[in-house]
């Protein structure tokens, strides 16, 4: 469990100083589609307190409705350096990159970060960022979290990156493992254009995986900034909650053998494994030990969302009990149907696709601009 020495020694939520040399920056965002946050979450990143930094908004179709939310903030906001491309480049299998491509290929400055639709940012966010990039690190990233927003869908994601999520992540992170995400990620670009630049993430679907492994092989380190990537999509439900953690899932499970371990690591099947362990060894009964370590786990896990939260979290006491009981009794299915349909969609049409351990996937002559469905899993530390 991670606890708060833990907390304490990655800086979560420490109030960091002003850049003495700002570095620039060039924001590459992907859009597609608008949500009823998608204007205020893009808007946090035109009015961030940093002196140097451009806004490269990347929208790969000609009639998406992101292409006027963009518009009306270039136009709110005609003093910030920011750019729209529309229409992508189609350099591999990765729709993400695809997208991205005419953005990072007009980047101007050193550092590029890579921050996904959802995220919302605070003022002194990409001041946090650059203060990690020291001389030594090539790559810093952010610990994914859920902004405060209504209903229980909400909070039954909160719990979960509050909890289950951040404890492999932070505990990676802690021990020197390089676990990264890539819905914040700060890179330096010199780096990146050594290992074949952008497009030479293009052949892999977890893109993020990769970029961090070719930065890592240059002997660069990383590091975690003290803020969250805060997700705040405006569209979310307990469906597309369970739909998303399977295709996280099956992405891990082809590349990652430990990955069919993973539910021993959950709290209910951890407990009862220990508690017969315990009646094994010791005679000791077997559910009053299993309850007694599921409690002991659930109050861990309150005081972890508390620490990522920066605070006590929005929601009772009792709703994170529900929520926490509901995620954690969801694991077991999770897996078993990440395991029973390996197909892996994003968005429409689907398109069936093989991979390797490589992550590598197979090509065909099919257009997959406006989505991806792939047969197969790749590797992921995080979510994509």
Known sequence: MTSDPIRRRLH?????????????????????????NLISNLETFFTMDYPKYEVLMCVQDQDDPAIDVCKKLLGKYPNVDARLFIGG??????PKINNLMPGYE?????????????????????????????????????????ADRQGFAATLEQVYFG???????????????????GMSCLMRKDVL?????LVAFAQYIAEDYFMAKAIADRGWKFSMATQVALQNSGSYSIGQFQSRLIRWTKLRINMLPGTVLEPVSECFLASLIIGWAAHYVFRWDMMVFFMCHCLAWFIADYVQLTGVQGGPPNF?????????????????????????????????????????????????????????????????????
């Open 163 to 181: 909890t289950s999520h951040p404890r492999s992540y932070i505990s990676a992170n802690v021990m020197g493992i390089k676990c990264v995400t």
């Open 12 to 36: 979560l939520h420490k109030k960091r100083s002003e850049v003495k040399q700002p570095a620039g920056v060039s924001l590459l965002k992907p859009l597609k589609g608008v949500d009823p």
């Open 193 to 197: 254009d050594q290992a074949g630049g």
């Open 89 to 94: 480049k189609k350099v591999g299998i990765n």
């Open 316 to 384: 009772s006491k009792l709703d994170f009990a529900v929520a926490w009981f509901i995620r954690e009794s969801m694991a077991v299915q999770i897996f078993l149907s990440a395991l029973w349909d390996p197909t892996i969609s994003w968005g429409t049409p689907r398109e069936p696709r093989r991979c390797g351990r490589t992550g590598l996937f197979e090509r065909n002559e099919a257009d997959i601009d406006s989505g991806l469905s792939l047969r197969g899993k790749a590797q992921i530390c995080g979510p994509p």
């Open 106 to 146: 007009g980047a101007k400055y050193g550092l590029v970060w890579i921050c996904d639709s959802g995220i919302r940012v605070k003022a002194d966010t990409l001041t946090d960022l650059t203060n990690q990039m020291t001389e030594k690190v090539g790559l810093v990233h952010g610990l994914p979290y859920v």
